[in-house]
């Protein structure tokens, strides 16, 4: 495959996907864009080989054949679509390898680890999988100021205990608890009462807790990026959208009263696509470019 046809892979691959990202991905410069799709495309699938692992696969395998594809983008040939993608990227971008490598050891983690005893052990999942994918981001944003790590690290993080806080239901169908144990205790709240999906008012008090600590990382995200130069705020613009989106889905848990055992909470197309273009047009106000691509 092509570099060209590789790119129309992730491409599709992403539309297809109806991701929340995708709103934010098309206020980029065209090669920042592409160069999303694939990362989004990779992440998506390295996930998926895990999640929804077809029969008769092994996702260990799948994982191990992904660590030896993105070595091969650095420094070989790559054969998935995803990798041809990222490796026609990389001559541009400098990400370095061990983030793609260490995203991987995160999706792994979901093979051996479906408990978490405290949030300090619930982080370096988070990390991973979340705050990982904001530093490869930051590459392609192309931001200078190195406090931008910072804002990358928080926003992950918010991000992924959103994400977690919305799909209880979903990881208790494969027996994966994320709400740390002791968080669970505090409020009384049980590991059978979550796998039965118990609707109680301990669980309110629990849910109310961890919302908390998710605006807590939204917040320090929102006081590094204050913090920045305004090219790099300019720069950022794709990741404030995703924290509108992300921040919204926050705000729809709690206005539900916390009742995520039943259908997934969702933001409508039209109203991604509304918060996407608010952000957009009050960062264009500011009058900085962007970096082009």
């Known amino acids: 495959m092509s570099p060209t046809e590789a790119q129309a892979y992730c491409i599709s691959a992403t539309k297809k996907s109806g991701s929340n990202f995708y709103y934010s991905f098309l206020f980029l410069p065209r ?3 592409n160069a999303m799709y694939t990362v989004y495309t990779f992440c998506r699938e390295v996930d998926s080989a895990v999640d929804e692992a ?5 996702p260990r395998v799948e994982l191990s054949q992904w660590r030896k594809e993105v070595s091969a983008a650095y420094h070989g040939i790559p054969t998935s679509p995803v990798t041809i993608s990222l490796a026609a990227h990389l001559p541009w971008l400098d990400i370095p390898e061990e983030y793609f490598q260490e995203l991987i050891t995160g999706v792994e983690m979901d093979l051996t680890t479906t408990r978490y ?14 705050s990982v994918v904001g530093l490869i981001c930051l590459k392609i944003f192309g931001t ?23 799909d209880i239901s979903s990881d ?14 505090r409020f009384g709240y ?3 009462d979550l796998l039965e999906k118990r609707y109680t008012p ?4 629990l849910m109310k807790y961890e919302c908390a600590r998710a605006r807590e990382f939204y917040l320090k995200a ?9 090219t790099d705020q300019r720069a950022l613009v794709v990741a404030e959208i995703m924290h509108g989106v992300y921040a919204r889905i926050l705000e729809q848990i709690e206005a539900r009263s916390y009742r995520v055992f039943g259908p997934r909470i969702r933001l409508s197309p039209l109203l991604r696509l509304g918060i996407a273009a608010n952000i957009w047009f009050r960062s264009s106000s500011q009058g900085i470019q962007a970096p082009q691509r």
Do not use: W
Not at 54 to 58: E, F, Q, Y
Not at 117 to 130: E, G, I, M, N, S
Not at 222 to 228: D, H, I, M, T
């Open 31 to 33: 090669q920042r864009r």
């Open 54 to 58: 077809l029969p008769g696969t092994d």
């Open 117 to 130: 005893p405290t949030f300090q052990d619930l982080y370096p999942y988070c990390y991973r999988v979340a």
């Open 144 to 166: 200078q100021a190195p406090q931008a790590r910072e804002y990358a690290i928080h926003l992950g993080l918010a991000f992924q205990l959103t994400n977690i806080l919305r």
């Open 172 to 185: 208790a169908d494969r027996n994966r608890i994320y709400l740390p144990l002791e968080d669970m205790a």
């Open 190 to 192: 049980t590991e059978k």
């Open 202 to 205: 301990e669980f309110i008090e």
């Open 222 to 230: 929102k006081q590094v990026f204050e913090s920045l130069p305004r």
